[in-house]
């Protein structure tokens, strides 16, 4: 009997080695284990990735994510893009579905409860409204009551009910809330302000244009899950390194995104602690 006990004692000692010895390891030693980096990215959301004519996934966080593994693997090859949308990603992430988000994700209180943010590599514009050119709405408070067409899980979609009255018709998919906004299901598409005024330079959307501007501006980063510090620090470096190579400037310029004064003071500054 001393015996069984001893033998039961000892195994449950090994396990809880064994299972403390797991979440110890984290996410990088995974990804290294696995020779491949797995990365939450979108696929409908221009500039950041999107579906270029071969229907490949391309776009400013794209090249980001690449780069990390390139870091993080020695090759921007060892790599999994795993399309997500607002209402998912984080889903994905606590669920070890990815490795890591780069898909747009804005830095707030509320998302920073359940993950753990990467240096933010982005300052980019809020919530702006496009509606039809023929529109005199200006100002959000003219909003209220009306419906428009929204992406389900954006950071803002509280305040726009509950601070603008608005009635927020919210779609899983932003070509999903185009298509609304086109067949006047609603009045117009709340959505990030630099995104749109990139939409309404297209020729299917010279009709429209951007009635509401932004009230703010919010940090993007990456999403990691809490606590993986050996992760976010090579994340971190990664992207840092990529700052002071002038990477985060030469995309903007690839994905046609106006130069913001953010990311090149951030370049310099990331130049400057590496040299």
């Known amino acids: 009997m001393k015996a069984a006990k001893l033998f039961a004692s000892t195994a449950l000692m090994a396990l809880g080695l064994l299972t403390a010895g797991s979440a110890l390891a984290g ?14 990215v979108k696929n409908d959301y221009a500039p ?13 966080e794209v090249e980001l994510a690449k780069y990390v593994a390139k870091e993080l693997l020695g090759s921007a090859d060892k790599i999994e893009l795993v399309p997500v949308v607002a209402a998912n990603r984080i ?15 804005g830095v707030t209180p509320e998302r920073d409860k359940v993950i753990d943010f990467t240096t933010a590599y982005v300052s980019s514009p809020g919530p702006a409204v496009m509606m039809a050119k023929e ?25 726009m009910t509950e601070d603008f009255g608005i009635n927020l018709v919210a779609f899983k998919t932003q070509p999903e809330a185009l298509r609304a906004l086109r067949d ?11 995104t749109l005024d990139l939409k309404v330079q297209e020729a299917d959307w010279t009709g429209y ?14 999403g990691i899950r809490e606590g993986d510090k050996a992760f976010q620090e090579a994340v971190d470096k990664a992207i840092t390194k ?3 190579e002038g990477k985060m400037i030469g995309w ?6 106006p130069h913001a004064e953010y990311i090149a003071e951030r370049a310099k500054a990331a130049k400057a602690k590496l040299n």
């Not at 889903?91 to 994700?105: C, Y």
């Not at 903007?252 to 995104?257: A, D």
Request: aromatic share 12%.
């Open 252 to 257: 903007e310029t690839e994905f046609n995104i």
């Open 242 to 244: 990529a700052e002071a």
């Open 91 to 105: 889903e994905f992430l606590t669920a070890g579905r990815i490795d890591v988000i780069f898909a747009t994700l």
């Open 27 to 40: 996410t990088l030693d995974d990804v290294k284990a696995r020779g491949k980096l797995i990365v939450g």
């Open 184 to 194: 006047n299901r609603c009045v117009g598409f709340v959505f990030d302000q630099m």
């Open 48 to 60: 950041y990735g999107y579906l270029n004519d071969k229907g490949e996934i391309i776009g400013f």
């Open 135 to 159: 529109a005199t709405t200006s100002k959000w408070e003219e909003l209220k009551g009306k419906p428009v067409c929204g992406i389900q899980g954006s950071y803002y979609n509280k305040k």
């Open 209 to 222: 244009k951007v009635a509401v501007p932004t009230y703010e501006y919010l940090p993007m980063a990456g």
